[in-house]
């Protein structure tokens, strides 16, 4: 293992261990509450894709005419992860991506994805993500997660994108869903089938091949630049405060309406 790579794990491990085991968890005990959950997690659904397409962008030629574009192996890792990402198979077989499969997951259990859906629209016509944000009336803490996603997006800093990536994201998931899937199976058996499936194929994909090729690619990003490893460490720091404010929000929500 990278010695930079394992300097940035030890950093970190007191706020993962905070999200993973955070106590929203725990107060999961309703289709309710899976419902409130859903509403605010899937903005984070939706980002992943933003800055995963951004990483795209930079590593590869997504333009005509094409020209090769940077390093073969790393234009690999990222090619791989956005097929896996973008084109997976849903529970019937079809392709989706795995937005389209946490939206589908979300009607299965009557959560509310109308603001979601406003969301999508009006940035889509609009290009103003605030602007957005207000019509759909999107809850602070996602509000919050998905602008610092964009601050990441916009510096156009390559190493830092796949930094949050990596550890914000590919390399967190597994073990922030895998005690939750269980749980809500054993609880919701035949209700939540799609939002499992959902999160079986994270814990599938994001905990073995996904995450390897994501660290491969920071190593590769930051190589031996001291200060981009500086930079990466912090801005990794900075997303996984993000995710617990999300989870804070979300814990919130569920407190209030019990």
């Known amino acids: 293992m990278n010695p930079r790579i ?3 794990q ?3 491990q007191p706020l993962r261990e905070q999200i993973v085991h955070h106590p929203l968890f725990a107060q999961i005990n309703s289709i309710k509450d899976i419902q409130l959950f859903m509403q605010y997690h899937v903005y ?3 980002d992943f894709m933003s800055i995963l397409k951004a990483l795209q962008q930079n590593l590869t030629c997504t333009e005509t005419p094409w020209f090769p574009t940077g390093n073969a192996n790393t234009r690999f890792l990222i090619n791989e992860i956005v097929v896996g990402e973008e084109s997976d198979v849903n529970l019937d077989g079809i392709r989706k991506s795995h937005f389209e499969m946490y939206v589908e997951a979300m009607q299965q259990v009557v959560a509310d994805t109308k603001p979601i859906h406003t969301f999508c629209d009006t940035l889509k016509a609009t290009k103003d993500i605030q602007m957005s944000f207000t019509t759909a009336n999107t809850p602070e803490a996602a509000q919050s997660f998905v602008n610092f996603t964009f601050e990441t997006i916009n510096t156009k800093k390559d190493y830092l994108q796949a930094a ?9 998931i ?8 269980t749980e809500l199976d054993q609880r919701f ?6 939002f499992k499936y959902y999160l079986d194929r994270h814990i599938e994909v994001d905990g073995d091949h996904h995450s390897h090729l994501a660290i491969e690619m920071t190593e590769s990003l930051c190589g031996e630049d001291e200060e981009k490893w500086k930079e990466a460490e912090e801005f990794v720091l900075r997303s996984l405060e993000q995710r617990k404010v ?3 929000g979300v814990l919130e929500a569920i407190q209030v309406s019990k």
Do not use: C, H
Not at 174 to 181: A, D, G, Q, R, T
């Open 246 to 248: 999300l989870w804070d």
């Open 189 to 194: 058996p035949n209700q939540i089938s799609q």
């Open 174 to 181: 597994p073990n922030m869903f895998y005690s939750l899937v």
């Open 10 to 12: 030890e950093k970190i």
């Open 164 to 172: 949050i990536f990596t550890f914000g994201r590919e390399d967190l």
């Open 44 to 46: 984070a659904v939706w």
């Open 6 to 8: 394992t300097a940035i």
